[in-house]
């Protein structure tokens, strides 16, 4: 099982090189995809109709918890997560988080929540994780099983700036991971391209390409469409599949789960 977190600043390009991975992905790996952003856009860069969030799953684990007695809770948000939230799309699953944990009461729902996730993660070979923008998902621990951190970024100081507080972050808190790469994204005619690769070298980051401004992302954007209608005959799309077998391989046969 590969772990790939998506992160970066506000607006990057983090859902649209997610969606697209996962589109490639997902031909030679039983995939999950997974929207970790509360502000909840991966399914329709997707194309898929998501159904429940797992933040209303646990709402409804919070008030019916105590009516349950004996049954075991831990099978109950299994099959509840299984029965309502997970979507199944053509070639992978998709599981949108929605709110984010509140203060409070909610513990044990959340610690029994992730016991649950771990356990479902392993019936993949792929999980793709598209994050919220900036570093709250460090301290709600969205991506402390991720193997590898993907931070998107601009031509623009912020952008690298916040990669550069994504690094630091990552090895502060000792996150397992084995990797962090960088993508630059949205590069318009190769301006800025030389900060990006400097930058990269200095952090001793590597990084797997700087993507291009994309005008067909734009006409697909204006009229609403799924970005994985991509042509993906076209350069952008042809660099985002070398990023995914850079991390993932080939594959090797697809098992139906
Ligand atoms: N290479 C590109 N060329 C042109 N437009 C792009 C490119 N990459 C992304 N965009 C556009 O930029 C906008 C932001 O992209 P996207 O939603 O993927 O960013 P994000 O990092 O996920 O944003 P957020 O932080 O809001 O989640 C979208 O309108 C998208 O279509
Ligand atoms: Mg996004």
Request: net charge negative; charged share 30%.
């Amino acid at each position: 099982m590969v772990v790939i977190a998506v992160t970066g600043k506000g607006g990057t390009g983090k859902t649209v090189v997610s969606a697209l991975l996962i589109h490639f992905l997902s031909r030679n790996h039983n995939l999950l995809a997974v929207d970790a952003d509360p502000d909840s856009n991966l399914p329709e860069a997707l194309g898929v109709k998501p159904r429940k969030t797992l933040g209303e799953i646990r709402e409804v684990f919070q008030v019916s918890r105590d009516e349950m007695g004996t049954m075991n809770k831990e099978q109950w948000l299994e099959g509840k997560i299984y029965a309502e939230a997970i979507t199944e799309a053509d070639n992978f699953d998709l599981l949108v988080m929605g709110r984010p944990e509140g203060e409070g009461c909610y513990c044990f729902a959340n610690s029994l929540l992730r016991g649950v996730l771990r356990k479902l993660m392993r019936h993949y070979d792929v999980i793709i994780i598209d994050t919220e923008a900036g570093l709250e998902h460090f301290s709600r621990g969205t991506i402390s099983g991720a193997d590898y951190i993907i931070v998107v970024t601009d031509m623009s100081k912020k952008g690298l700036s916040t990669a550069k507080r994504i690094k630091e972050l990552s090895s502060e808190l000792k996150l397992n991971f084995k990797q962090i790469f960088l993508v630059g994204n949205r590069i318009m005619n190769g301006m800025g391209e030389d900060i990006i690769k400097e930058f990269a070298d200095e952090e001793g980051i590597e990084l797997l390409d700087v993507l291009p401004y994309d005008e067909e992302i734009v006409k697909l954007d204006i009229k609403g469409e799924p970005i994985v209608l991509m042509d993906e005959n076209s350069d952008y799309a042809e660099r985002v599949k070398k990023i995914a077998t850079r991390l993932v391989g080939d594959g090797n046969g697809k098992n139906e789960h």
